[in-house]
């Protein structure tokens, strides 16, 4: 028999929607009609003239049983069932909607932001180039300004760049150390073959809220199973992969986290970056210090190799050095050659020097102690991560054209290009501890071989966009994020 596509019972006088081809109760359909030019089913337009009769023969109903016997009582409890499974269907169908509707409205709003963002910034550079346009006395003022925006809050006293400048050269010596072991036979290498046998050994989920992207990740101690994830839920998670469980929420930025740091040596101390322009130093789940140096979002932070200091970099062009025991910045800087904002950041195995990467495709390499920089023009667009391989020589750098740059340090040239192919944006690439591996984070994971730089291993096991990768303590524990809200471990 035919049911009523509104009521779920035979109808008495049934009707044909030709836009549904569903079929109603006439009465039924034309109160819907009266209120709603649209058929139920489809929510395409419908009117009452549209409606076909069918014929049918009249349905003869029984008599309605005695409301005190136990068939009753079954129809009336399968009844209100069938009644509460239809409006648990409908309500499904509207939570999705409003779901759907709630994400491109948040889409749009974070959009609009940018763009307010970048207006802003372009208003201020052009009120800047008037003023300095202006006769007389403003190009002093103008001048004047210039200075304060380019340097300021200067502690990067001779003595503290003297302390760096020694750590540099004791990690330095170590480094060629290595190099000399290496070549003369006494280490090696770690072999590829086991990386080329990677795969997905362990997934977790859930420590991000259900309509939130992990951002970022953070290993520290190579020695335990804690990892530190950023959220774009202002949240960042310290989340034990064997356990599978939240060990500490760190809750504070206003807006997403965009870059985290676990400490590796002092225990309990992470650093959070944010869009919200400000950077947390957090002792367990407490904000011991905030900074709000940047004027815009702070898009990247970089331990320093003493792991008392940091860098940040900002949209608003400019960088920071940080003091992590207090919480003050030391030196806030860019120069008059940066004319985009900086989207990315890392400081080189020796500390004396660190790489950004900025909105028009340009990375910047800097010396920490003169604040100038040298350009490493190339990509086509936003630069998203940067990476020094652990000899100190070559860089790797990762970028929304869909490409990963290699570069000699010792050359400042680009020997080598990675294609990854239309549509793979590259958001994160990281060295192994030895230098060896190269992992790519994009639309999939992959890893390469440094030197020859073939293709090991590719892992797809995310349903979305990689965020984040980064080795573990050997070059066969691999950690990435997604888009898709899990962490994923690897290993052979």
């Known amino acids: 028999a035919l049911n009523c596509a509104i009521s779920g019972e035979v109808p008495e006088e049934p009707v044909v929607s030709p836009v549904s081809g569903a079929v109603f109760e006439k009465r039924l359909i034309l109160k819907h009609l009266d209120d709603n030019d649209a058929d139920p089913v489809t929510g395409e337009t419908l009117t009452k003239e549209d409606l076909v009769e069918i014929k049918a023969s009249k349905i003869v109903r029984p008599r309605p049983p005695t409301a005190t016997s136990i068939p009753v009582l079954i129809k009336l409890f399968q ?13 499904r169908q509207y939570v999705h909607t409003i779901r759907q509707e ?32 202006q006769p007389g006395p403003a190009p002093v003022a103008s001048a004047s300004a210039e200075a304060m925006d380019v340097d300021s809050s200067d502690g990067l006293t001779a003595a503290l760049v003297d302390k760096l400048a020694a750590h540099s050269k004791g990690l330095s010596k170590a480094r060629k150390r290595r190099g000399k072991d290496l070549k003369e036979g006494k280490i090696q290498l770690p072999p590829a073959d086991p990386v080329k046998a990677l795969a997905e050994k362990q997934s977790r989920s859930g420590m991000h809220t259900s309509s939130s992207v992990i951002t970022s990740l953070s290993l520290g101690n190579l020695g335990d199973d804690l990892v530190l994830t950023g959220g774009s839920d202002k949240k960042a998670i310290l989340f034990d992969m064997s356990e599978n469980k939240v060990v500490a929420t760190l809750k504070g930025h206003k807006k997403k986290v965009t870059d985290v740091i676990r400490h590796p040596s002092t225990d309990g101390v992470s650093i959070t970056s944010s869009a919200d322009n400000t950077v947390c130093i957090w002792n367990g789940e407490t904000s011991s210090s905030v900074i709000e140096t940047h004027q815009a979002d702070v898009t990247g932070i970089s331990l320093h190799p003493t792991g008392e200091y ?80 652990e000899n100190g020589y070559y860089l790797a750098t990762g970028s929304n054209d869909c490409t990963v740059k290699l570069w000699d340090l010792r050359k400042l040239e680009n020997f080598h290009t990675i294609e990854l192919g239309a549509g793979n944006k590259v958001s994160s690439v990281s060295f192994d501890s030895s230098g060896a591996f ?55």
């Not at 970048?118 to 800047?128: I, N």
Request: charged share 25%.
């Open 438 to 492: 190269l992992a790519v984070g994009g639309s999939d994971v992959r890893v390469y071989a440094s030197k020859t730089w073939d293709e090991l291993c590719t892992l797809d096991t995310h349903k979305k966009h990689v965020t984040d990768v980064a080795f573990g303590a050997s070059s066969t524990a691999l950690y990435s994020t997604s888009a898709d809200r899990t962490v994923k471990f690897y290993s052979s």
């Open 79 to 91: 009844d209100e069932w069938d009644a509460t499974v239809l409006e648990t269907y409908k309500l």
């Open 102 to 133: 709630l994400t491109h409205a948040l889409y749009q709003h974070d959009a609009a932001c940018r763009v307010i963002a970048r207006l802003t910034r372009e208003r201020d550079e052009a009120r800047h180039a008037l003023e300095t346009m």
């Open 310 to 389: 940091f860098v940040s970099a900002s949209d608003d062009r400019h960088w920071g050095f940080h003091n992590i025991e207090t919480g003050k910045t030391l030196t806030y800087s860019t120069d008059s050659d940066v004319d985009s904002g900086l989207s990315c950041a890392q400081i080189h195995p020796d500390g004396m020097i660190f790489g950004t990467g900025s909105t028009n495709g340009i990375v910047q390499i800097w010396k920490l102690s003169e604040k100038s920089f040298t350009p490493f023009p190339g990509h086509k667009d936003t630069v998203t991560s940067i990476a020094f391989s």
